[in-house]
Every structure is written in structure tokens, then in C-alpha cells.
């Protein structure tokens, strides 16, 4: 049974920065596209970040140049490095395939207000 955990969210003023994490058990982490997702209140969780296993990222319009997603898969772990945060960017973060694959975890809470 794959279980995902993710983690590193919290309050920020905007302009400030978060870095989340993603750490994944059983499942062999190097063979997945990987992406982060986020839901806010009264929103359809959207994909805003994706990685595949050789590297390369995608991201959604709404929050290119600002966050950056990378991968550890000796660690089986996801990050998302989120820079110049704004109101808008407050959600609940989660981790997945790209293609939405695994149970969903609890997500990590992100706020920026300021």
C-alpha cells in the first residue's frame, strides 16, 4: 500500500517562502512522474508542479519562475521550493503521480497573509 506524507507548510507573509516535502513508502519512487497539487477552499485541486523520473518539470502558469520542483528518489522524496508567495497560493498542498495514481495523503496546509 503506497502512503504518501507531505509536510513543511505553515503561515507566511507575502514574498516569502516555503519549502515542502514528500515522502512516499511503498512504492518504487524512481519509475513515477511525480507532481505537486494544491486544493483551495471552494477550488477542484489543480496540478501546479510535475517532474519525470529523468528530470525534467512543468509547471502552471500561475506559479512558474516562482516555485521550483525537484526529486530525491534515493530518498524517496519530492520537494517543492515556493519563493515570492502570494494570497493566491494559499491551499492545501499535496503530492501524487502526475497522473494522480496513489492515495491521497493529508496534504500540508499553506497560507500567505499577511
Known amino acids: 500500500q503506497v502512503q504518501v506524507v507531505e509536510s513543511g507548510g505553515g503561515l507566511v507573509q507575502p514574498g516569502g517562502s516555503l519549502r515542502l516535502s514528500c515522502a512516499a513508502s511503498g512504492t518504487i519512487f524512481r519509475f513515477y512522474g511525480l507532481g505537486w497539487y494544491r486544493q483551495a477552499p471552494g477550488k477542484q485541486r489543480e496540478l501546479v508542479a510535475a517532474?519525470?523520473?529523468?528530470?525534467?518539470?512543468n509547471y502552471a502558469d500561475s506559479v512558474k519562475g516562482r516555485f521550483t520542483i525537484s526529486r530525491d528518489n534515493a530518498k524517496n522524496t519530492m520537494y517543492l521550493q515556493m519563493n515570492n508567495l502570494k494570497p493566491e497560493d494559499t491551499a492545501v498542498y499535496y503530492c501524487?503521480?502526475?497522473?494522480?495514481?496513489?492515495?491521497w495523503g493529508q496534504g500540508t496546509q499553506v497560507t500567505v497573509s499577511s
Open positions: 501524487n503521480t502526475a497522473s494522480a495514481l496513489w492515495p
Open positions: 517532474i519525470v523520473s529523468g528530470g525534467r518539470t
